[in-house]
């Protein structure tokens, strides 16, 4: 009864705060990985807008951006010691795994938002990856998820840093996420969530298009799209620069 | 300076690579050997997936031969006929090895198979060298005659002889057959020409002259290779024609130095230098299977 109570008090007192939502713009939404492409930094910058004053006495403001690559069903494999050498023995495969995850945040992720919205909305890189794998009598799954994760934070693949956003005024807020040089292509999404009382109150998305460009992508697609004529050209090049070389080397030792 | 390689979808320093590339061309040119087994390995620690880096390898010694072949093509000591039939073998092993690759790259035991094959291959060749060189030093402290037999073994007794007039044979086609699948299969699991295991067993099992035999085995390499290059390509997806190309400036302009520091090393020393260096590399890859890795989890495809 007090509950009800609560929630229609709740309902009555929503039109009387002023509504708060978000605006961001990425300083680009597309990254071109071109042959000389060594990472990139993008830079979000957002701003919180309200239909009103802002209500007394609310709890302070925060903000978490999460930034993530395409998801792809991802094999994991580990080493065991098998006839005196260490060789790859079980295989796990794991579904719906980012390949980049980087969550920057006002703060401690578990401090300034409930546990049920982290895993909802995969805020944090305990919930980067979604979907565990489906358990295998004998193996320990979990294990090979954490392995994921640990092995792309150390190739800079995954971030998460706290602290890193900053708030102005409870109104604009500004952050770098760094893209490194081993990204792989795809469409990723930036995610912006605003936080008070450990409850998002407002989020929007933005889309990031990261794409092989100019010499780069043509490789790539001759190569994926006519195999046979990209072998017959990679040869060319060889038998060009073999011959090249020894006409060179020829005149020069005369 | 970073480049990023298309297929290989790694971001690696250009100056490394042209280093490498000029290294091992160095050394190839200087003991007149095709380098793929040193510089496959090499890629594999600078952090290039084993599977681009077998494949592409495999384009680079494409031109490495070519330019190699044209000499020996001017001073006709490339045995044609004998070159046709190690070459029908290497194009069976070949197509046998891409297979059989495309399989373990599947089930994640590529890296295993690759490492495998280098330590026992580079264990071999690399101890057999030492040991001949170290008698070949010795010896030659002593004065004496080296007596040269004319082999008659086991090989003269099998059926469908063919003349080889280059080489002045009258022999089995089997053993060469044979002697070409195993460099095809070489070819494409290890990402190597094979010269290291042709050139002796042309010289010691088929009993060519040795005039003939670098021209000949640079002629099958080539076909083979090139074959390799472009069963990998349309199987695997896994040559990078950026890589080979940044590989191979290095390694054209390295192996005329190489050629010219050669000349100036005596044979043996040159040989026992080589052995040193094979047996090293065979070491390290033999304790990266050995010594527990820091890191036991690692990220396939998920195809």
């Known amino acids: 009864m007090l509950r009800k109570l609560i929630f229609i008090l709740s309902f009555l007192a929503t039109p009387l ?46 903000v ?60 944090g890189l305990d919930y980067a990856i979604r979907r565990q794998a489906k358990e295998t009598p004998g193996i320990n799954v979990a294990e090979f998820s954490e392995a994921i994760t640990r092995i792309r934070l150390d190739n800079g693949l995954y971030a998460e ?94 | 300076m970073q480049i990023y390689l298309p297929i290989a979808e790694v971001s690696v320093n250009i100056f490394l690579l042209l280093g490498l590339g000029g290294l091992v061309g160095v050394l190839s040119g200087m003991f007149g050997v095709g380098g793929g087994f040193l510089m496959t390995p090499l890629l594999f620690m600078i952090g290039i997936p084993p599977a681009v880096a077998v494949a592409t390898e495999a384009n680079q010694i494409v031109a490495s031969s070519f330019s190699g072949v044209l000499a020996h093509f001017k001073r006709k000591t490339v045995d044609f006929k004998m070159g046709t039939v190690l070459l029908v073998g290497g194009l069976v092993g070949a197509t046998v090895g891409v297979w059989v690759f495309k399989y ?87 990402g190597v020409g094979g010269g290291f295991i042709m050139v002796p067993a042309m010289i010691y099992l088929l009993g060519m002259p040795t005039k003939v035999v670098v021209g000949t085995s640079l002629f099958q390499i080539i076909f083979v290779t090139a074959y390799t290059t472009l069963s990998h390509a349309m199987q695997n997806f896994t040559v990078d024609a950026v890589l080979a190309l940044i590989l191979l400036t290095g390694g054209v302009i390295g192996a005329q130095v190489g050629a010219r520091i050669g000349v100036k090393l005596k044979a043996e020393q040159l040989r026992i230098l080589l052995a040193i260096m094979v047996l090293a590399m065979c070491a390290k890859l033999a304790l990266d299977l050995l010594i527990m890795p820091s890191e036991l989890f690692s990220i396939g495809a998920g195809e």
């Open chain 1, 161 to 254: 840093r706290d602290g890193v956003l900053s708030l102005n005024e409870e109104t604009l807020f500004n952050a770098s996420i760094q893209l490194p040089a081993n990204l792989i292509e795809g469409d990723y999404t930036a995610r912006i969530y605003l936080i008070r009382d450990r409850n998002i109150v407002a989020d929007t998305s933005v889309e990031i298009s990261v794409r092989k460009e100019g010499f780069e992508r043509w490789v790539y697609n001759l190569s994926r799209q006519q195999p046979l004529l990209y072998g017959l050209l990679s040869l060319l090049v060889a038998l060009i620069a073999g011959y090249g070389a020894s006409e060179i080397f020829r005149l020069l030792r005369r």
């Open chain 2, 104 to 190: 373990l790259k599947s089930i994640g035991q590529v890296e295993l198979l690759v490492t495998l094959s280098y330590v026992v291959f580079l264990g071999v060749i690399g101890s057999l060298m030492f040991v001949e060189s170290l008698n070949a030093i010795r010896k030659s402290k002593k004065p004496g005659v080296l007596p040269r037999k004319k082999r008659h073994n086991w090989i003269h007794g099998l059926p469908f002889k063919m003349r080889f007039r280059t080489s002045g044979l009258y022999i089995s086609v089997i053993p060469p057959l044979l002697v070409g699948v195993v460099v095809g299969v070489l070819a494409a699991i290890m």
């Open chain 1, 17 to 62: 705060m002023a509504q708060e939502s978000v605006v961001v713009d990425l300083s680009q939404n597309r990254v071109a990985i071109t042959a000389n492409f060594a990472g990139s930094e993008i830079f979000v910058f957002g701003a919180v807008k309200r239909d009103g004053p802002m209500a007394e006495g609310l709890a302070p403001l925060d």
């Open chain 1, 64 to 123: 978490a951006i999460v930034v993530e690559g395409p998801l792809a069903s991802t094999v994991v494999r580990k080493k065991e010691k098998r006839f005196g050498i260490w060789l790859n023995a079980e295989a796990v495969e794991v579904e719906a795994v980012p390949s980049f995850f980087t969550v920057v945040s006002t703060g401690p992720l578990d401090e300034i938002l409930n546990e049920g919205d982290r895993r909802d909305f995969a805020i």
